[in-house]
Structures are given as C-alpha cells and as structure tokens.
C-alpha cells in the first residue's frame, strides 16, 4: 500500500510539473550581430563571437496569459574560458540614464526597457574569471559577488554571498501603469525578448576546446517562500510586479574552437614528419 501511495504521489507530482508554465531561455551567438543562431558554432582562434539571452513564455497547459516580461536576475557563464577577452559592456546605471543599450550590433549590456534598475556605478557588473571543479569560467555578476552560483550564507536578508542570486544582472522592466514619458516604451512581447548581449574575442591559442555559454540556474532569482528559481511576468497592465511566475529552462550555446586551415596544414605535415622518422 504504502508503494502505491507513493506512485500516487510521484505521478501527482509529475502531473503538477507538467502543467506548470515555462520560461524558455536560449543563448544564440552571431559573428555579427545580425544573423543569431543557438546550438554549437565552429570558429578559429582569435574570432570575435557575440552573444545574447533570450526568454520566451511557454504557458504548459495552463491558462495563464502575460501582458510583458517583468523581472529575471541571472549570471552569464562561458565555460572553458582561457585567455579571452570580454568586450566592454554597460556596467551600471538604469533605463534612463545609459545603463541599458539598444539591440544594436555593437552595443553590449542589459537590453531597453530591460533595465529598469542598478546596478550601482559603486558595485557594478563585471567579468569574474574563476576556477570550479577544474575547469575555468567567465561569469557575469556584480563585482561584489565573488562567490560561485548558488554558494554563501543560506540564510539572512541577504543570503551572502551568491545564493539568492540577488547578485546577478538584474533584467527588469517596469510595469504598464508606472511607465512615465521620461521611461523608454513598455515592452509586451512575450516570447524572443532579447534581456542581454555581450561579446567575447577568443584567444590565439590554436588548443581544440569548446566553450559553452549558459546561465546556471542556481545563480537566478530564488523564491524566499519557495525556494524555486524562476522569472516574473506581468498579468495584466495594472500588475506592478509580475505575478506570473515560470521556473526556467535554459538551452545553452557552445563554441567549439579549431585550429585555422593553416594550422591543420602544419599539423598535418607534422604527423607525416614524424611517420617518416619512425621508418
């Protein structure tokens, strides 16, 4: 009885699931800033990659209906990071006074009308370079936020360092009814609503490698009630809050690098070199 109850549970708990809304978040990269595409890219060393997040609102089976985005605070993650280089983006300020860029190729940083708040020109967003479980990554947070997704105090207003994800780029936008004229243009899409950009020059280093670009889920807004990882949409134009909730699904990028031409060349006259020696 007691195994019964418990596939009782479980399939209500799956059935639960299933019809909970999704935000869908996908990275796509360009090599300029035009033609965006998702899933793994080949380049060279030294290639100049661009890179942008992108959410829409999958309802599930649900009824619920967005009238906009209202709020998600993720950390961008490049994994196998080397010797790269991340290009200069908007690193602080809001909406109205240059924190934010337009979706221009060129202009990297939170997207308008998509940031509505911070960060602070005292704690801005910044690249950390740091080392987990082996492997190198970039991540974009602000500059106090030196701990790695999902560590720090648990507990506390806070939740020190980067549990609560409180630290990561904040992307949102300010409800219907409190837009003003001096407040760039409500947004009401809900689905390919590009949140941010950056852009990455990879190094000369001819080493095969591949670099995936996510956003863990563990350094996104936390739910203080429940505990989830989700984003926040608008309801209705006179929701000032979003009260919408959707956990998050993220279909991450990658670019795999491989020497140039010449370098397969050289590589290749090596090999046979070395063949030759050995007879």
Request: charged share 15%; glycine share 10%.
């Given at each position: 009885m007691k195994n019964i109850i418990a596939s009782i549970v479980a399939a209500a708990g799956i059935a639960s699931m299933a019809s909970a809304q999704i935000t869908q978040m996908d990275v796509e990269t360009s090599l300029d800033g035009v033609n965006w595409a998702g899933g793994n890219?080949?380049?060279?060393?030294?290639?100049t990659v661009q890179f942008r997040y992108k959410v829409s609102f999958n309802a599930n089976g649900t009824t619920a209906t967005p009238t906009g985005f209202a709020s998600l605070t993720f950390?961008?993650?490049?994994?196998?990071w080397g010797t790269d280089t991340l290009a200069a983006f908007a690193t602080s300020g809001n909406n109205t006074n240059g924190g934010a860029v337009t979706e221009a190729s060129g202009q990297f940083g939170?997207?308008?009308?998509?940031?509505?708040?911070?960060?602070?020109?005292?704690?801005?967003?910044?690249?950390?370079?740091q080392t987990v479980s082996g492997t190198q990554f970039l991540r974009i947070a602000r500059t106090t936020i030196t701990n790695w997704v999902g560590q720090g105090l648990t507990s506390g207003t806070s939740a020190a360092n980067n549990f609560n994800g409180a630290g990561g780029l904040a992307t949102v936008q300010k409800g219907f009814s409190l837009v003003t004229t001096a407040d760039p243009a409500f947004n009401p899409a809900i689905a390919n609503v590009v949140l941010a950009?950056?852009?990455?020059?990879?190094?000369?280093?001819?080493a095969a490698r591949t670099l995936v670009i996510s956003a863990p889920t563990e350094g996104m807004s936390r739910?203080?009630?429940?505990?989830?990882?989700?984003a926040s949409w608008f309801s209705s134009?006179?929701?000032?809050f979003g009260s919408i909730k959707a956990a998050v699904s993220v279909a991450d990028a990658s670019l795999t690098v491989v020497p140039a031409p010449g370098a397969m060349a050289l590589l290749g006259m090596g090999g046979l070199l070395v063949a030759r020696r050995r007879r």
């Open positions: 890219r080949a380049v060279n060393p030294g290639t950390q961008p993650t490049v994994s196998n939170r997207i308008i009308p998509f940031a509505s708040t911070g960060a602070t020109t005292s704690d801005p967003y910044r690249g950390h370079v950009k950056f852009s990455l020059t990879l190094s000369a280093d001819g739910n203080s009630t429940t505990g989830a990882r989700e134009n006179t929701d000032n």
